[in-house]
């Protein structure tokens, strides 16, 4: 494991400190919602009343410019076979559901709802932070990514440059607004609002390095515990992102939370695109040449 | 189970993940699959209602499986105590205990009595009427017991009137077949649980059990609560570490408003109030309101001190020590009690402190038809709530039939300041208290209660200076001196809980209740607290942290009694006094300095009383508890599988169906709880249950609860945008099968209609919610978070409009766990059509106006 991203810590030299970030184990998440709302008290961040979605207890909907931290709920209904491709109203019409077990899925079959708690991934390769035009994006000292407020001048390169879509603009203000790992409670000495709210330390903060190394214990004692599709997310370095600051532990597969299943860093391709780009444009100009010159003669 | 931990507790359910984490297995039992069940090992859904036939069935479970705790139950519990002959258990009477009278719809008690003993309460009462509260409580703290030692035992517990023979033979029909059958959940569910609870008992293990208000809201929430207890007395699993059962209540600090009460019919520490005729003066007021034997046969030391707290150098020997100054109470004042006679005129004005009634209480619209029938109202709260606007904005005011113009309350709105503006404690389920410092001035206008009350005192006590008449002494004469700090002029808190704590003649701080005298030199708030600021040091506001000290902790905080974390610890040991096993040592007896010790939990127990002690046979008060006995505050220091005293509807739990049921009661004739308190008038009607013409009208299960994202009645939640937006609207759960059955469509609209009213809400559609196939039919459960209403950043219908007013007359709390409705798609009528809805329902149920 490296951690090293391409500015932190040498840019830093002497001031760097060890890289920052979060694990957060879903596994443990209660739902309660506690880290949305320390994160908007303590950085001020508008309410975002989007109304009831129905979608499960999550009427937050995602993360934005206005929601730094997000909790998803998932109800699933474990095997799936009965229901595939149909809502469960269909499912009772056809009369599968009926007898159907409601039980936890540590149990072996039935339901279970998942929650957890999204955020900003901080990423090694951070692609919002390379395409900023104003170096309002920048990789602070403890290796996180921070937008700052007074330099951003609403641009937007960095929001189709995020993978996860977490970058957003603020409607009103023009400029975009996510999670700063509280850097400044991190200057302090302090850890982040959110994983000091969280009740059952589902949202641990820490030096990543050590966070992986939890992780990978807490991983391996669900599997055994016969959680078979528990998997860590963004705790490899040799994923599309180079591994994240803020990784997770999953019940299952990322997509069932809304999550990329393969992120990858959005500059990943821009040297073959513009080497593409390049060849394109001298095709082009061959061809307009070969035009001109063919036009003389 | 009766619990949503998870989502209601969620600060404290670290410690189940915590725990979880550890090995423990975590089982939920409850209607709903919340975010509890989502943590847990195992869910079993139940329908609502039905917990004492789940408890019941695993009591039986514990007699067929041979998993009783023998040594336990033998030493410290009342099952070798032999009853009267002349008891006569609910088989042989249809669902009655003997004793029923039902020209009063109350039990005569003598027969549920120990053989040998008078057959009377303390009091000399023989009946348990509980609306008459002052003495009912009297019985609740056990009969008179010369000695301290049931007449009657049979050691064996083989004779057939002993109480272990009686819970055998009362439970016997409380098979896994019958849990099934009542509750709805699979029987090898219910028998997985039975298992796993028992195989968790014993010498080496513990189990807990939580609840919360989904075992309290019932017509039989206090029997729901001694069934846990029997199961528990059973397994051995009070008094020992890791085991126990805990409460969670409702909200921040209602444990410490019970101990130093906010409730109508106690005094502080659990003492009944006076009742005018049967206790003129102090002398008889101790004598009916005994035990001798045990924590309560000091009772006298306990109310002088307390008198000597509230009026100092007037309280002497010579007048009583004041006991005269004590109000007197004679009937029913309870919450509802109090607002039916506001609906009827009596009552003149409300002081409304850190409540919502027209949102948080049954039958929203009685309430608000109550408070308009008040001269003065004032609420003191962080926002004007639904009761603060009741004159104003209503459902009534929408339907037309209530104008503003013709209501004549005077309302008063006070802003309170919030828990992190004021000095205070906080007791949570443990009886541990917890110091909160001020962190910040109230803003504005707004002040403490105590700030409040101190200065109404004050100003009353203006008004009535220099009077002559003697009704104005109790006022005159209070000790109302606290300290004044900071620039509002604010009541030392910290006095008050000097005051609390308790002092010698030559003013230092007592020790514990030990040292209370009932000769008035000594004064003291609160019995139970004596000790909080021992050493002048406000020992509740101790931090010091768990990493610091070992897991009892006993640096952070305070408990009562005497700093206690564990209740009843003796039992933690054997009878000899040895731990039951090294895996669960905690207090034991150390022979060689002739006392107990501990892991550092004080033992709740006298210190040098040794196992084998056996009292002199006139012994009273603690004198009177063998070295045996742990459960100190009964006159037997026994624990209680058999209640012959202090419960109005039964010495045993009992199953009955709600109030209002689909289902008929496959256990007993008698139906409902048949000393419910029911309230026959237009404003409340009830629906009729299963078999009765009219009850296909509401086919469905109804149940309230509350969300992670709100609190209580929304006043603290509704108007604070951060949690507003997470829950917005007012919705319902139901399963797909009921929304294919009524045509619900997810993320649609709904109405709710009782014979009460009719609400509407957000559908939503979910597998959280599961029919139970009860008596060959599916039960189908409408779920109802209750904490929207009229005002505030998020509106919406409060769930509670639809319940009626159906109480445990133990405690009278309403039944708003369970009730039954019908639901139907689309929003509910506007304007008057919304009362012709509500009419046409009550004409085709055949409920009458």
Known sequence: MTLETTSWPSSYGEAAKPRMGFFTDTSVCIGCKACEVACKEWNQVPDSMQGFTGNSYDNTIDLGADTWRHVAFIEQRVPAGVLDGASLVEAVQRGEAVDGGVQTYQEGDGFRWLMASDVCKHCTHAACLEVCPTGALFRTEFGTVVVQEDVCNGCGYCVPACPFGVLDKREDDGRVWKCTLCYDRLKDDMEPACAKACPTNSIQFGELSELRERAEHRLAHLQGAGQQHAQLYLADDDDGVGGAGAFFLLLDKPEVYGLPPDPVDTRRDLGTIWAATGAAALALGAGLAAAVWGGER | ?849
Not at chain 2, 473 to 480: F, K
Not at chain 2, 671 to 699: I, K, L, M, W
Request: charged letters at 20%; glycine letters at 10%; hydrophobic letters at 35%.
């Open chain 2, 1 to 849: 189970m009766g619990s949503n931990m998870a989502e209601q507790h969620p600060v404290g359910f670290q410690w189940v993940v915590e725990a979880k984490e550890r090995g423990a297995k975590v089982i939920h039992v409850d209607p709903r699959f919340t975010r509890t069940s989502a943590m847990a090992d195992l869910h079993v859904p139940i329908r609502p209602g039905t917990d004492v036939a789940f408890l019941g069935g695993i009591v039986h479970y514990i007699f067929e499986h041979d998993a009783l705790f023998e040594e336990y139950v033998r030493r410290f519990t009342n099952g070798p105590v032999i009853i009267k002959p002349e008891f006569r258990d609910t088989d042989d009477a249809s669902g009655f205990f003997s004793g029923w009278n039902p020209d009063h719809s109350a039990y005569a008690i003598e027969t549920w009595g120990y053989a040998g003993t008078s057959g009377e309460t303390t009091a000399g009462k023989s009946e348990q009427q509980a609306d008459v509260s002052g003495e009912a409580a009297h019985g609740a703290h056990g009969m008179q017991l010369p000695g301290g030692e049931p007449p009657h035992l049979d050691e064996s517990m083989q004779d057939e009137h002993c109480v272990l023979q009686l819970v055998r033979r009362h439970f016997s029909r409380y098979t896994p077949e019958l849990v099934s059958e009542v509750c709805g959940c699979a029987r090898e569910d219910f028998l997985r649980v039975a298992a796993a609870l028992c195989d968790n008992s014993g010498r080496e293990r513990t189990s807990a059990v939580v609840y919360s208000v989904g075992w309290t809201q019932h017509t039989i929430g206090v029997q729901n609560i001694r069934a846990a207890s029997i199961v528990q007395l059973l397994l051995g699993n009070i008094g020992r570490p890791g085991g126990g059962i805990l409460a969670l209540r409702g909200h921040a600090n209602i444990q410490g408003s019970t101990d130093i009460p906010t409730l109508y019919d106690i005094l502080p520490g659990y003492i009944p109030m006076p009742h005018p005729q049967s206790h003129p003066t102090l002398d008889t007021f101790v004598e009916l309101n005994g035990p001798d034997t045990g924590v309560w046969g000091d009772l006298r030391p306990y109310i002088v001190s307390l008198l000597k707290a509230w009026w100092g150098g007037a309280a002497t020997e010579d007048n009583d020590f004041c006991f005269g100054y004590l109000p007197r109470i004679n009937g029913d004042h309870s919450h509802y009690a109090m607002m039916l006679k506001m609906l009827d005129g009596g009552v003149k004005g409300m002081f409304c402190v850190g409540q919502n009634p027209t949102v948080g209480s049954a039958n929203s619209k009685l309430m608000r038809l109550a408070l308009a029938k008040l001269d003065w109202l004032v609420v003191r709260d962080f926002q004007p709530i639904e009761t603060a606007m009741f004159w104003k904005d209503s459902p009534e005011h929408e339907a037309g039939e209530v104008r503003t113009e013709d209501i004549q309350t005077e309302v008063f709105f006070l802003p309170a300041a919030a828990h992190t503006e004021k000095d205070g404690n906080f007791t949570n389920t443990q009886r541990l208290l917890q110091w909160h410092h001020k962190a910040v001035e109230p803003p504005g206008d707004s002040r403490s209660e105590l700030h409040w009350i101190y200065y109404l005192g004050k100003a009353i006590r203006e008004k009535v200076a220099g009077s002559t008449d003697p009704k104005d002494r109790p006022i005159l004469d209070l000790t109302w001196d606290y300290p004044l700090v900071g620039q509002h002029g604010e009541p030392d808190a910290e006095a008050v809980l000097q005051e609390i704590s308790g002092k010698a003649a030559d003013g230092s701080f007592l020790d514990s209740y030990d040292d209370l005298k009932g000769d008035g030199s000594t004064s003291c708030g609160s019995w139970i607290h004596c000790g909080i600021y021992k050493d002048g040091v406000n020992q509740s506001a101790r931090r010091r942290p768990h990493t610091e000290q070992n897991w009892i902790a006993r640096q952070w905080g305070w408990a009562w009694p005497k700093d206690v974390r564990i209740i009843y610890n003796r039992a933690s040991a054997d009878a000899d006094g040895n731990p039951w096993s090294e895996r669960k040592r905690y207090v034991w007896w150390d022979a060689g300095e002739g006392k107990w010790t501990s892991l550092g939990d004080p033992p709740d127990f006298p210190a040098t009383k040794a196992p084998d002690y056996e009292p002199p046979e006139d012994a009273t008060k603690m004198e009177a508890i063998r070295g045996d006995k742990p459960f100190t505050l009964h006159p037997d220091g026994r624990g209680w599988l058999f209640a012959p005293t202090g419960l109005v509807d039964g010495p045993l739990p009992a199953h009955y169906e709600p109030q209002e049921s689909p289902f008929t009661n496959p256990l007993y004739a008698q139906r409902q709880n048949p000393t419910r308190q029911v309230f026959h008038r237009p404003e409340n009607p009830y629906h009729p249950s299963d078999g009765e013409p009219g009850a296909d009208v509401f086919p469905f299960v109804v149940t309230t609860y509350r969300l992670t994202e709100h609190h209580t009645a929304g006043g603290m939640s509704r108007t604070v945008p951060y949690l507003a937006e997470l829950q917005p609207e007012f919705f319902c759960e139901i399963s797909p099968q009921l929304a294919v059955q009524r045509g619900l469509e997810h993320g649609g609209w709904a109405t709710i209609v009782t014979a009460r009213q009719a609400v509407e809400a957000r559908v939503v559609v979910t597998d959280r919610i599961k029919p139970l196939k009860i008596q060959g039919r599916f039960a189908h459960l409408v779920g109802l978070p209750y904490h929207w209403g009229g005002v505030g950043i998020v509106k919406g219908d409060s769930a509670n409009e639809l319940l009626p007013l159906a109480l445990d007359n133990n405690v009278h709390i309403s039944e708003y766990k369970v009730a039954t409705c019908d639901i139907r798609p689309g929003r509910r009528p506007r304007g008057p059509a919304r009362l012709a809805l509500v009419e046409e329902y009550r004409m085709r149920a055949g409920v009458h106006q």
